[in-house]
T-cell receptor, first 113, second 114 residues
Framework: GEDVEQSLFLSVREGDSSVINCTYTDSSSTYLYWYKQEPGAGLQLLTYIFSNMDMKQDQRLTVLLNKKDKHLSLRIADTQTGDSAIYFCAETHSPSGTYKYIFGTGTRLKVLA | DAGVTQSPTHLIKTRGQQVTLRCSPKSGHDTVSWYQQALGQGPQFIFQYYEEEERQRGNFPDRFSGHQFPNYSSELNVNALLLGDSALYLC?????????????FGPGTRLLVL
């Protein structure tokens, strides 16, 4: 089946690291994504990882993928108040040769000054 | 280079009415996907258009229909609106449907059904 789960809330202090977790059920997922959504806005792509990779680093962002446990995480180093937003993980799913995205419910990150 | 644009930004309708939402994809993109995002939820896939045809559909009733034009822009139509259709409707574009192409999202149209 298709299911992507995330914890609902995370609160961290400015300057600390944030770790947002995601679990998914479809073992045939090809790409896994992290998107950021600020209030009243659409989704902004942050980073993505191919399913045959374990880790990807992009400036302050580190993505870790444990394919065996179907677990994805996003680490934000030196978290800033501007990082406060909702973060969605998503997987691509191909039931019939064309792909669609399955999104998690989102994790609301609050950064305390 | 213009990103994905959507119109209108906000819309208020009453139950039973029909609505049309519009999306222009990012320059160079040929595939448009539509999502419904209810308050406090993640986006739910409605359908995807490529080469002016619906290629894939999520678990949405036939009241939800769409169209893609030769210039790759797209419309989402919802008939017989229900209160539960109130949501943010997001359009995303990509190049191709192969799943390895990243989707870029527009700012969304917020629909309120009274």
């Amino acid at each position: 089946g298709e299911d992507v789960e995330q914890s609902l809330f995370l609160s961290v202090r400015e300057g600390d690291s944030s770790v947002i977790n995601c679990t998914y059920t479809d073992s045939s997922s090809t790409y896994l994504y992290w998107y950021k959504q600020e209030p009243g806005a659409g989704l902004q792509l942050l980073t993505y990882i191919f399913s045959n990779m374990d880790m990807k680093q992009d400036q302050r962002l580190t993505v870790l993928l444990n394919k065996k446990d179907k677990h994805l995480s996003l680490r934000i180093a030196d978290t800033q108040t501007g990082d406060s937003a909702i973060y969605f993980c998503a997987e691509t799913h191909s039931p019939s040769g064309t792909y669609k995205y399955i999104f998690g419910t989102g994790t609301r990150l609050k950064v305390l000054a | 280079d213009a990103g994905v644009t959507q119109s209108p930004t906000h819309l208020i309708k009453t139950r039973g009415q029909q609505v049309t939402l519009r999306c222009s994809p990012k320059s160079g993109h040929d595939t448009v996907s539509w999502y419904q995002q209810a308050l406090g939820q993640g986006p739910q896939f409605i359908f995807q258009y490529y080469e002016e045809e619906e290629r894939q559909r999520g678990n949405f009733p036939d009241r939800f229909s769409g169209h893609q034009f030769p210039n790759y822009s797209s419309e989402l139509n919802v008939n017989a609106l229900l209160l539960g259709d109130s949501a943010l409707y997001l359009c995303a574009s990509s190049l191709g449907t192969g799943g390895t192409e990243t989707q870029y999202f527009g700012p969304g149209t917020r629909l309120l059904v009274l």
